[in-house]
């Protein structure tokens, strides 16, 4: 069992910047790949970046690539999404998710946990 714990939405100016967290508490934290989704008001969810359990693997949407940075810490197990040059487009519920693999997937349906979400609002 592994429960998250996203932080660090706000509300920023386009063009700023943001740092979201995803605690993780539970056993075996680095045996598990994770994801960062988003789900805008009326859209479904959309995938938004995702690392490998070791690290050494990241995989981005087209559309946050250059400008989102997907990182892990397993001594604090803590997973980061720094999102830099922040478009009014970003603006969702930021979630987390852990899928116990080595690669972690595009694809929501395969995540096995999810944090309950972090606001993002970017103003023009």
């Known amino acids: 069992q592994v429960q998250l714990v996203e932080s660090g939405g706000g509300l920023v100016q386009a063009g700023g910047s943001l740092r979201l967290s995803c605690a993780a508490s539970?056993?075996?934290?680095?045996?598990?790949?994770m994801g960062w989704f988003r789900q805008a008001p009326g859209n479904e969810r959309e995938f938004v970046a995702t690392?490998?359990?070791?690290?050494?693997?990241?995989y981005y949407a087209d559309s946050v690539k250059g400008r989102f940075t997907i990182s892990r810490d397993h001594a604090k197990n803590t997973v980061y999404l720094q999102m830099n040059s922040l478009k009014p487009e970003d603006t969702a519920v930021y979630y987390c998710?852990?899928?116990?693999?080595?690669?972690?997937?595009?694809?929501?349906?395969?995540?096995?946990?999810w944090g309950q979400g972090t606001q993002v609002t970017v103003s023009s």
């Open positions: 690392i490998s359990y070791t690290g050494g693997h990241t």
């Open positions: 998710a852990a899928v116990r693999r080595t690669i972690g997937s595009s694809r929501s349906a395969e995540y096995d946990y």
């Open positions: 539970g056993r075996s934290f680095g045996s598990y790949a």
